[in-house]
């Protein structure tokens, strides 16, 4: 494999669009992430795009909106980890050295209004099984019981993540809330209340990726140490569906870990080494989990470390520093690309008031619906 | 004259029978003969998913099991496909077969509790375009709690 590096990256602001399609403004992160690349559009070579709910052939439709150079565009759909599936096609197209230059883009414009859902099957939508919150707080509650972590402890990261996002102007949210506010949300699903959950919102990334001798400035560019992409181990618990756990044979590696260790493996760094990461907040809890089973601490250890700001911006392991999915909003397919994002702006030391000092390595993880589990590690 | 006679049914096919006159209400299952992995719903693909073993038996489940975890929801979800009642419970039961099944889960939802033991009961989930009741599963949460020994 060659190195591949990130020598372009953008976001929109993460947003309710509701004059724009999601092509037009899908368009907008791709010529942004261009000029920062300090590319021609002619010199990318292919195209690897991800989204949800934007139906046949989007990618295609958002490029038609740059130029049309007869270059090959891929649409993925992988639930909420379809900008973090694009973009490791994209990666490994130029770390195999099939293409010098590749733009991974994710994009989306959330459906208004009810969301007709192909994720569950028809008995569970009838059952009212298709609530995610719900599903996650079915999680909340084993991790409690299994840990002692508090509806207290998730208010705090509803907390630091909302105050993270008051620093990141593209969020969708930037106003703090404080632990009584979070409390005294409504209840969306025991244990979850409302400001445990992330907001959607609309909005693309959009990444050039290349190899070292398409970099045009190497002091910006971020080097993709891995990207790997995993789904259900037998037994996985991951509601609803066949996907609650298996009595006789539970996994003993969920398809997290197993996401984290490939991730690892490749990249031939440790979590030790890493200096900030993005985890999935879809719901407050999920990001203590997620910290655990992405072998940052022992199981039952991350709601403590939270408690004593290990992560906070200034804490040992800034954790979310964009504001997360709470702050910025879930866009589903263009997400993980809002994570990666923020690492990309991390690592340059451009991040401004929510920088992280010295940050050289760090790891973005998403997963969604199917369920699938994507880990990128970027270093510096 | 034709009046249409409304009738009680599952809100399902393949996941319930629902017994009769002297028969109790069962869940449908089945379990592989390799493994013995045991799955509810049924698997129709004629493979198990956990030893891709091609043999699987059509088994009845208990009614009656361990509450692995619960929630109860009062924001329904979107998309209008459930139209049963506003706070609602479910989660997961694990039955003696060695079986995890998810479920909705009956009333008092106060005695919900991890480790509780939980039975079988049919009750109206809802009532379908032409009045018909439609009638599901769910495991009602016991007094006492087993992890309370």
């Given at each position: 494999m060659r190195e591949a590096f990130i020598s372009g990256a953008a976001v929109t602001r993460?947003?309710?669009?509701?004059?724009?399609?999601c092509h037009q403004f899908g368009s907008q992160a791709v010529l942004q992430a261009l000029r920062d690349a300090e590319l021609?559009?002619?010199?990318?070579?292919a195209v690897f795009c991800g989204s949800v709910y934007q139906g046949t052939g989007s990618g295609h439709q958002a490029i038609r909106e740059v130029g049309l150079t007869g270059i090959p565009i891929v649409n993925v759909e992988n639930a909420c980890s379809s900008a973090a599936s694009a973009f490791m096609l994209a990666y490994q197209m130029v770390a195999a050295g099939v293409y010098d230059v590749a733009l991974a883009l994710g994009m989306e414009k959330m459906p208004r209004g009810p969301i007709p859902s192909t994720a569950f099957r028809d008995w569970e939508l009838s059952l009212g099984f298709n609530l995610q919150p719900g599903n996650y707080a079915l999680l909340t509650r084993k991790y409690m019981e299994k840990t002692g972590a508090t509806e207290r402890d998730f208010a705090l990261v509803s907390v630091k993540n909302r105050a993270n996002g008051v620093l990141n102007p593209n969020a969708r949210f930037r106003k703090p809330v404080n632990v009584e506010e979070v409390m005294n949300s409504r209840i969306i699903a025991e244990p979850l209340r409302l400001l445990h959950c992330c907001p959607l919102a609309d909005g693309a990334a959009a990444f050039i990726i290349c190899n070292r001798e398409k970099v045009k400035n190497a002091s910006r560019a971020v080097r993709i140490a891995s990207a790997v992409l995993t789904s259900a181990c037998y037994g996985d618990e991951y509601p609803p569906g066949d996907l609650i756990g298996s009595v006789r044979f539970p996994s003993t590696e969920n398809l997290v870990q197993l996401s984290a260790r490939k991730a690892y493996e490749a990249a031939g760094v440790g979590p030790g080494e890493i200096d900030t990461i993005q985890v999935y907040?879809?719901?407050?809890p999920g990001e203590l989990w997620d910290i655990e089973e992405l072998g940052f601490c022992r199981e039952g250890e991350a709601p403590g470390l939270l408690r004593d700001g290990a992560f906070n911006l200034s804490g040992k392991l800034p954790v979310n520093t964009d504001g997360g999915l709470l702050s910025r909003g879930h866009p589903l397919g263009a997400s993980a690309g809002g994570q990666i994002f923020e690492l990309a702006v991390q690592l340059r030391g451009e991040a401004g008031p929510r920088q992280v000092p010295n940050a050289r390595v760090g790891l973005a993880h998403s997963m969604g619906a199917g369920p699938n589990s994507a880990v990128t590690i970027l270093v510096k | 004259m034709s009046t249409t006679q409304k009738t009680a049914k599952p809100f399902?096919?393949?996941?319930?029978?629902?017994?009769?006159p002297g028969a109790e209400p069962r869940l449908l299952g089945n379990r592989c003969r390799g493994c013995g992995e045991v799955f509810f719903p049924r698997k129709t693909g004629g493979v198990c998913t956990h030893c891709q073993s091609e043999i699987l038996e059509d088994i009845e489940l208990s009614g009656h099991g361990t509450i692995s975890t619960f929630t109860i929801v009062y924001q329904p979800p979107a998309g209008g496909f459930y139209k049963g009642a506003v706070p609602y419970a479910y989660g997961t039961v694990d039955l003696p077969e060695g079986v995890r099944v998810l479920t909705q889960f009956a009333e008092p939802f106060d005695r919900l509790a991890l480790g509780g033991m939980a039975e079988m009961v049919i009750e109206k989930l809802s009532v379908d375009s032409e009045g018909n009741d439609l009638l599901t599963y769910r495991f009602r949460p016991a007094e006492e709690r087993e992890g309370a020994r």
């Open positions: 993460w947003d309710y669009y509701e004059n724009a399609s021609r559009w002619q010199d990318v070579q907040d879809t719901v407050s | 399902a096919h393949g996941l319930l029978d629902m017994g009769g």
